[in-house]
């Protein structure tokens, strides 16, 4: 039995190490494809495989251009591996990110949760929830963030005083 638990014990940890390898290179998003090898379905894809195995060098994220809108909500969280030298780019080529929140537990549209050192370039960003809408949540320590060519919207405050194209705090939402 000692020999089977070891066997199993090296199986499983060759397929954690498997499930989780870090990024890094250039990778794409594209909602015509499913996700796997470089290619990421969504943005939340994306979030959920930076925020469990993280990079290991400088990612580039192209979305691939007319694939969206993408309506979702990624949350990016610490991402191990990120450095001044392995940073996160993501060229949105245009497309939209859109949501509708419904809760004020998760009233953000992008959610930068800690994230550090991520670049977006020309995307849109738009909250449509009609009571919360966080467009752009950078929170808990997000530092050295830049934003290029991007745009950030939601509804006039009209009846709800939780609209804000960008906020900041130091707590997630």
Same mark, same amino acid.
């Given at each position: 039995?000692?020999? =089977?638990?070891? +066997?199993?014990?090296?199986? &499983?940890?060759?397929?954690?190490? %498997?499930?989780?390898? %870090? ?5 794409? /998003?594209? =909602? ?8 990421? %379905? ?5 979030? +959920?495989? &930076?925020? +469990?195995?993280? /990079?290991?060098? #400088? ?9 969206? #809108?993408?309506?979702? %909500? *990624? $949350? ?8 001044? !030298?392995?940073? /996160? ?17 998760? #009233?953000?549209?992008?959610? &930068? ?9 020309? &995307? ?14 950078? =929170? ?10 991007? !745009?950030? $919207?939601? *509804?006039?405050?009209?009846? $709800?005083?939780?609209?804000? *194209?960008? /906020?900041?705090?130091?707590?997630? =939402?």
């Amino acid at each position: 039995t000692y020999k =089977s638990i070891k +066997t199993f014990i090296v199986l &499983l940890s060759l397929v954690a190490f %498997q499930m989780g390898a %870090q990024i890094s290179g250039t990778v794409t /998003i594209n =909602s015509a494809a499913a996700t796997g090898g470089t290619n990421y %379905q969504s943005f939340t894809a994306l979030a +959920t495989a &930076l925020n +469990t195995s993280g /990079i290991n060098g #400088p990612l580039t994220v192209n979305v691939v251009a007319a694939s969206g #809108p993408y309506v979702e %909500q *990624p $949350s990016f969280n610490v991402i191990t591996g990120v450095s001044a !030298t392995n940073t /996160i780019t993501i060229n949105g080529n245009g497309n939209t990110l859109t949501f509708g929140a419904t809760s004020s537990a998760a #009233p953000w549209t992008l959610n &930068l949760n800690g994230a550090d050192r991520m670049t977006f370039n020309n &995307l849109n960003v738009v909250g449509t929830g009609a009571t919360y809408a966080y467009v752009c949540l950078l =929170s808990a320590g997000a530092d050295y963030n830049t934003f290029s060519a991007c !745009t950030f $919207s939601c *509804p006039l405050n009209g009846t $709800s005083t939780s609209h804000y *194209p960008v /906020i900041f705090s130091g707590i997630n =939402s």
